[in-house]
């Protein structure tokens, strides 16, 4: 007999298996926001989580191409244009929260939240 070859149920577990571990993925990059969500609000308070996960954000990249890393598995696959959007980020949202500008909605909730 073939060791290649699986029974039927073994396919249809192995593609479960494989959109378990697909939705566990998007799952832990919930979890990795919610907790910087959550660590940015106890540091800097609820009008500064923007800034400061931006800030981070550009921190953690500036670090990574200091040691000679230049790939990312970021959609936008540069990071230093990763590094610029967020900087900018950073500085917008600082200046809006420093200044009491509330940041726009797109889902019109800000005074809700």
């Known amino acids: 007999m073939d060791s290649q070859v699986q029974p039927a149920g073994q396919d249809q577990l192995e593609a479960q298996r494989?959109?378990?571990a697909k939705w566990e993925g998007i799952a832990?990059?919930?979890c990795k926001a919610a907790?910087?969500?959550f660590l940015a609000t106890l540091l800097a308070g609820p009008?500064?989580?923007l800034t400061l996960i931006?800030?981070?954000t550009v921190f953690c990249y500036a670090v990574m191409m200091w040691h000679g890393r230049m790939d990312t598995r970021c959609f936008a696959k540069y990071p230093p244009l990763i590094c610029g959007f967020w900087g900018a980020v950073?500085?917008?949202a600082g200046y809006c929260a420093w200044s009491?500008?509330?940041l726009?909605?797109?889902l019109g909730l800000g005074g809700l939240l």
């Open 47 to 49: 009008r500064y989580i």
């Open 28 to 30: 832990f990059t919930f």
């Open 90 to 92: 950073a500085l917008w």
């Open 54 to 56: 931006a800030l981070g």
């Open 35 to 37: 907790t910087l969500v």
């Open 100 to 102: 009491g500008i509330e």
């Open 18 to 20: 494989r959109e378990a």
């Open 104 to 106: 726009p909605s797109i």
